[in-house]
Nanobody
Framework: QVQLVESGGGSVQPGGSLRLSCAAS????????MGWYRQAPGKERELVAT???????NYADSVKGRFTISRGPVRNTVYLQMSTLKPEDTAVYYC??????????WGKGTLVTVSS
Protein backbone atom coordinates (compact mmCIF):
# COMPACT_ATOMS: atom_id res chain seq x y z
CA GLN A 1 0.00 0.00 0.00
CA VAL A 2 1.35 3.38 -0.99
CA GLN A 3 1.68 5.87 1.83
CA LEU A 4 2.56 9.54 1.65
CA VAL A 5 3.92 11.23 4.74
CA GLU A 6 4.02 14.99 5.18
CA SER A 7 6.28 16.86 7.57
CA GLY A 8 7.39 20.39 8.32
CA GLY A 9 4.17 21.94 9.57
CA GLY A 10 4.05 24.13 12.63
CA SER A 11 3.26 27.56 13.97
CA VAL A 12 4.74 30.71 12.50
CA GLN A 13 4.12 34.43 12.70
CA PRO A 14 2.72 36.37 9.75
CA GLY A 15 5.46 37.09 7.26
CA GLY A 16 7.38 33.99 8.24
CA SER A 17 8.38 30.93 6.25
CA LEU A 18 7.97 27.18 6.44
CA ARG A 19 9.05 24.29 4.25
CA LEU A 20 6.82 21.27 3.93
CA SER A 21 8.10 17.90 2.79
CA CYS A 22 6.30 14.86 1.47
CA ALA A 23 7.73 11.42 0.84
CA ALA A 24 6.05 8.34 -0.57
CA SER A 25 6.67 4.85 0.74
CA UNK A 26 7.17 3.45 -2.73
CA UNK A 27 9.71 4.35 -5.40
CA UNK A 28 9.16 1.54 -7.91
CA UNK A 29 7.22 3.93 -10.07
CA UNK A 30 7.02 7.70 -10.29
CA UNK A 31 3.89 9.69 -9.70
CA UNK A 32 2.96 11.61 -12.84
CA UNK A 33 1.79 14.53 -10.74
CA MET A 34 2.42 15.45 -7.13
CA GLY A 35 0.76 18.29 -5.37
CA TRP A 36 -0.14 20.11 -2.21
CA TYR A 37 -3.68 20.84 -1.11
CA ARG A 38 -4.99 22.51 2.01
CA GLN A 39 -8.13 22.59 4.07
CA ALA A 40 -8.89 25.42 6.45
CA PRO A 41 -11.41 25.00 9.28
CA GLY A 42 -14.94 25.07 7.91
CA LYS A 43 -13.76 25.17 4.31
CA GLU A 44 -13.38 22.69 1.48
CA ARG A 45 -10.03 21.27 0.51
CA GLU A 46 -8.36 23.38 -2.17
CA LEU A 47 -5.44 23.06 -4.51
CA VAL A 48 -2.27 24.90 -3.51
CA ALA A 49 0.27 23.77 -6.08
CA THR A 50 1.10 20.86 -8.36
CA UNK A 51 4.18 19.68 -10.21
CA UNK A 52 4.33 17.18 -13.06
CA UNK A 53 7.00 14.62 -13.86
CA UNK A 54 8.62 17.11 -16.25
CA UNK A 55 8.53 19.78 -13.51
CA UNK A 56 5.70 21.84 -14.92
CA UNK A 57 4.16 23.71 -12.01
CA ASN A 58 0.76 25.17 -11.29
CA TYR A 59 -0.24 27.41 -8.38
CA ALA A 60 -3.40 28.73 -6.85
CA ASP A 61 -3.65 32.49 -7.39
CA SER A 62 -3.63 33.04 -3.63
CA VAL A 63 -0.11 31.63 -3.26
CA LYS A 64 1.59 32.72 -6.49
CA GLY A 65 4.82 34.51 -5.80
CA ARG A 66 4.91 33.29 -2.20
CA PHE A 67 4.99 29.48 -2.44
CA THR A 68 7.29 27.26 -4.48
CA ILE A 69 6.73 23.58 -5.18
CA SER A 70 9.63 21.36 -6.17
CA ARG A 71 10.49 17.70 -6.50
CA GLY A 72 13.14 16.17 -4.32
CA PRO A 73 16.17 14.17 -5.41
CA VAL A 74 14.53 10.97 -4.24
CA ARG A 75 11.71 9.66 -6.40
CA ASN A 76 8.25 10.63 -5.21
CA THR A 77 9.32 13.35 -2.83
CA VAL A 78 8.01 16.87 -3.08
CA TYR A 79 8.53 20.08 -1.16
CA LEU A 80 6.52 23.23 -0.63
CA GLN A 81 8.51 26.31 0.32
CA MET A 82 6.13 28.83 1.83
CA SER A 83 7.16 32.43 2.36
CA THR A 84 5.44 35.62 3.43
CA LEU A 85 2.85 33.54 5.22
CA LYS A 86 -0.50 35.08 6.06
CA PRO A 87 -3.10 34.12 8.68
CA GLU A 88 -5.34 32.94 5.85
CA ASP A 89 -2.73 30.31 4.98
CA THR A 90 -3.62 28.53 8.19
CA ALA A 91 -4.82 25.04 7.25
CA VAL A 92 -4.02 21.38 7.22
CA TYR A 93 -1.78 20.79 4.22
CA TYR A 94 -2.07 17.51 2.36
CA CYS A 95 0.25 15.89 -0.15
CA UNK A 96 -1.17 13.99 -3.11
CA UNK A 97 0.42 11.76 -5.71
CA UNK A 98 -1.32 10.69 -8.92
CA UNK A 99 -0.08 7.68 -10.85
CA UNK A 100 -0.28 6.92 -14.58
CA UNK A 101 -3.71 5.31 -14.12
CA UNK A 102 -5.11 8.47 -12.57
CA UNK A 103 -5.27 6.90 -9.13
CA UNK A 104 -4.70 9.37 -6.31
CA UNK A 105 -2.86 8.74 -3.07
CA TRP A 106 -3.13 11.13 -0.14
CA GLY A 107 -1.11 11.80 2.96
CA LYS A 108 -2.71 12.40 6.34
CA GLY A 109 -1.79 16.07 6.43
CA THR A 110 0.34 18.46 8.44
CA LEU A 111 -1.01 21.52 10.26
CA VAL A 112 0.26 24.99 9.45
CA THR A 113 -0.80 27.80 11.78
CA VAL A 114 0.00 31.41 10.97
CA SER A 115 -0.71 33.68 13.90
CA SER A 116 0.81 36.49 15.88
Amino acid sequence: QVQLVESGGGSVQPGGSLRLSCAASITIFSFNVMGWYRQAPGKERELVATITSDSTTNYADSVKGRFTISRGPVRNTVYLQMSTLKPEDTAVYYCKGSDHRGMDFWGKGTLVTVSS
